[in-house]
């Protein structure tokens, strides 16, 4: 019984290491997209705006999902961290496209126009979606 304990636990570095590593890069996720778009996300939510709430939630999402896929079938960490990079990108990008379609949609936001808060984070975690499944190779 203590040999198999002990054998289970000797993943615990490689799990802190990938978990840390993956915690940094949402960290980093979350504040670039928070850069890149002209408005405060956090103020807006933090003052009811479900608009801001819906799409910062999604993109959010629409990145750990591609980040989860790049933990599960990197052969390393730094495979792990170079894919994860790859999911911080193509979010970024979607937002750019999304935002170049419907140019308006930088003031709906702040306005807690819902419906487009609410299709810019089903936007953001279907791409991400996609984006995991092509991590699998």
């Not at 937002?95 to 140019?103: A, L, N, T």
Request: hydrophobic letters at 60%.
């Amino acid at each position: 019984m203590e040999e198999k304990l002990i054998a289970s636990l000797m993943g615990l570095g490689a799990f802190a290491s990938y978990f840390g590593a993956a915690v940094v890069l949402l960290a980093l996720f979350a504040l670039a997209y928070a850069k890149v778009t002209p408005y405060r996300e956090i103020n807006l939510i933090a003052n009811g705006n479900v608009a801001a709430a819906s799409s910062y939630s999604g993109a959010i999402l629409g990145f750990t999902i591609p980040l989860a896929s790049a933990v599960s079938h990197s052969v390393g960490l730094l495979d792990m961290i170079l894919w994860g990079i790859v999911a911080l990108l193509v979010q970024l990008a979607a937002f750019s496209v999304i935002r170049m379609i419907f140019p308006s949609i930088v003031q709906d936001i702040p306005n807690n126009q819902v419906s487009k808060g609410i299709f810019l984070g089903v936007i953001s975690l279907a791409i991400g979606i996609i984006n995991a499944a092509c991590m699998t190779y």
